[in-house]
């Protein structure tokens, strides 16, 4: 596909040299990066790995560069992102999605030389990305998480369940039987009514990993962030 960044005015143009990396996708937090940094001066580069994603067409995107699909190939997308960090202008990438913060964190060492890393280390990121470990920390720290279990040690089923990924973002250093260099989408969260006992096998194999039990909770709560 072809990427292409609107023709800015004036009143957009960056006024420095330097440059941060966006990574683009269709989620607003990308576009919102591209405009904060825009209307600072700041020279913006929208990285993507497909077409027609709002910050490359923003008035305030400067380059835009397209990207390996990372869960086609996550190692192309490593090195792609590191030939953007070679670059002597820029100073760092702003990762968006969970491949993105993934790769970033696990090759930290090798983009440290060329930017700044503005990420957490791979320890730190696989404890986030596991919530069963976040639960866990969440309790230990006094703050009130939804009941959770993993799936195969759920014994009664008679309240409102929800299951869900285990992990934030399947990659082969969080679950075994993932190829080297490989990740996968989460997928959706499934609602389970009382007393309705699903089938074990077939969510694990669906979901490609052991998932997660939680309680239901009515309204906004903690279970919404993880």
């Not at 990066?33 to 027609?52: F, Q």
């Not at 069963?132 to 009130?144: E, K, N, P, Q, Y």
């Amino acid at each position: 596909f072809q990427l292409f960044c609107e023709p800015t005015d004036m009143g957009a143009q960056a006024t420095s040299d330097d440059a941060i990396v966006v990574v683009s996708n269709q989620a607003p937090a990308s576009v919102n990066i591209v405009r904060s940094l825009g209307r600072r001066g700041v020279r913006t580069i929208a990285a993507a790995d497909r077409a027609h994603t709002p910050a490359v067409a923003s008035r305030y995107c400067d380059e835009a560069v397209e990207l390996p699909d990372p869960f086609a190939d996550m190692l192309a997308y490593r090195d792609a992102l590191l030939s953007l960090a070679e670059r002597p202008a820029v100073r760092t990438i702003a990762p968006v999605r969970e491949p993105d913060v993934y790769v970033l964190s696990q090759y930290r060492r090798r983009f440290g030389d060329h930017v700044a890393t503005l990420w957490p280390d791979a320890e730190t990121l696989a404890q986030a990305h596991d919530r069963i470990a976040l639960v866990d920390a969440a309790r230990a720290a006094g703050v009130a998480v939804p009941e959770t279990e993993l799936l195969t040690a759920v014994e009664a089923w008679d309240g409102r369940r929800i299951v869900k990924g285990r992990y934030g973002f399947l990659a082969d250093q969080y679950v075994d039987g993932l190829d080297a260099g490989t990740g996968q989408q989460m997928i959706n969260t499934q609602y389970i009514e009382p007393d309705s006992r699903p089938d074990v096998d077939t969510l694990v194999e669906r979901m490609g990993h052991e998932p997660i039990v939680q309680e239901y909770v009515e309204g906004e709560s903690l279970r919404d962030l993880l």
